[in-house]
């Protein structure tokens, strides 16, 4: 299968970015120089772009209308039931619609790219799964070693529309160096929520932040009450051999951050979301996980950047 790939280039800095247009606008290769080499920022699946590898396992995914899970794929709202796919491996629906999808091109330049889905135009399908149209717009912009990626997302319908926003990169690691243990990994939060069964409870406790090396890690939890610097939260991935790091940003629309690692361990994810996984039943206990309801023709936008820096 054939899917449409946007590459966008730095002169300068000789970085350069490729984005999965037509499978789920994802970014799935980032490339930095360093000195005569060039090192790879994320992790994918060799052969990602046939477009016919798992799609939210690679790259930079982008998750919404919900990022996480749905609990057995069902969304009950104002009354009504949805029912959507049980697309992971516990009988639960994840991620959204439109990370599997293609999107539309509609600006491109040689540092940058921006696309759009809309539901009611690229899959209606959609609109009996989910209780208002939608249309979600992002763009990719490289800048020297710095990928900025902005997001908005428009409820397109007449009825309100409840999302949530998430990314999902796959950090690779080591980053130049030839051991991923001892990579350093920052990430500033107070409180993790607890999960039973993979869905959240709506309950969360104290937490360090965390300051670790990789080989201590083991994740898949979500975690909040990030620090904030001017309505900016600063994590970073740094490899102490090469000298490189990753410190990705990103804007107080992201309330939280899943951290995962990945089985192969040669990736570790720093998702930012706007929402608890399961925001929609952690709700109607009465606690605010961050969902968002937009009346019709609301908007809200979202950005994050993924800055690559070397000391050596």
Known sequence: MSIEIATLRDATSGASADIAVGYGFNCF???VPNGEK???VLWAEEGFESGELRASSSGIPVLFPFPGRLKD???QWEGKEYR?????????AIHGFVYTRPWRTIAQTESSVTAEFKASVDDPSILEMWPADFQIRATYALTGTTLTAVFEATNCGDAPLPCGLGTHPYFRVPLGGSSADGCKINVPYHCEWTFADKMATGEKRAAEPLAASFADTSFDNAFGDLEWNDGICVTSIEDLESGMK??????NEFIGVVLYNP????AF??????LIPDAFQVADKGVDAGLRVLQPGESFAAKADIA?????
């Open 29 to 31: 290769r980032f490339t």
């Open 246 to 251: 990753i410190t990705q940003t990103f804007s």
């Open 73 to 75: 794929g069902v969304l």
């Open 38 to 40: 060039s090192v790879e």
């Open 269 to 274: 994810c720093i998702e930012p979301y706007s």
């Open 263 to 266: 089985g192969h361990r040669e």
């Open 308 to 312: 690559v820096t070397t000391t050596k």
């Open 84 to 92: 959507l796919p049980q697309n992971d491996r516990t009988g639960n």
